[in-house]
């Protein structure tokens, strides 16, 4: 998409700085993955390897709880810098960090379980409203435009409000909807290895443009001269 003009903001950014490729966990699933990005180790180091328990781990414990490393929130909290994170997966139950935590989709339920302080997720409610953690209306064959929207919205308007209340000298936040319309569409709309036969019109194609545009809006209100920004693939 970069290729054919697309994505101006991501093409800013690969443009101005480096870039490649980011080979994923062993294996490639999202507990693990995102475990791995919080803690920069693998599977067999940190101990999650997938959103059901191994042996060991009761039924119901939850991902985050599974973790055996440190991550670089608690890491980089611990060294008084002040830190925030929204929307990740694999981070209920939420860390106490000298900013905030609010979970991502696999918190249990939207409410102040998912936050830490619990009045971060008051600032996330009057920022957005109700929100459903799980839209899977955006998998659905025909799409669901709206719910995309939404949830591309989700993390500039949760940024906005949470980093005006505690500002943060390291923060991260997720676009979950790319992740949702490569498993619900992109079997469907893009023949394999192919990435020129997406069509324009395509829940694929929309999701990547609505996710650069709220990335230009994160970077034009929040990115100063002496920050680095990573963008960053599970």
Known sequence: LMDAGELPNLRALAGSGAWGPARSTTPPTTPPAWTSIMTGKGPGRHGVFDFLPMAGDAMDSPIAS?????????????????????????????????????????????????????????????????????????????????????????????????????????????????????????????APLRPETLPDDGQVVAAYRLVDDRIGALLSEWMGDETTVIVLSD
């Open 66 to 190: 599974r973790r055996r490393a440190m991550t670089l929130w608690r890491a980089l909290s611990d060294a008084r810098l002040r830190v925030g994170t929204f929307n990740l997966p694999a981070t209920w139950p939420p860390e106490s960090l000298s900013g905030f935590q609010v979970s991502g989709f696999d918190a249990p339920g939207y409410g102040t379980s998912m936050a830490q302080p619990p009045e971060a997720f008051e600032v996330l409610r009057d920022a957005v409203g109700e929100c459903d953690l799980f839209p899977t209306s955006i998998q659905d064959p025909e799409g669901d435009p709206a719910a995309l929207v939404r949830h591309a919205d989700l993390p500039l308007l949760g940024t906005r409000a949470l980093l005006r209340h505690w500002p943060c000298d390291v923060y991260m936040t997720s676009f979950q909807i790319v992740d949702w319309v490569h498993h619900g569409h992109l079997g469907r709309e893009m």
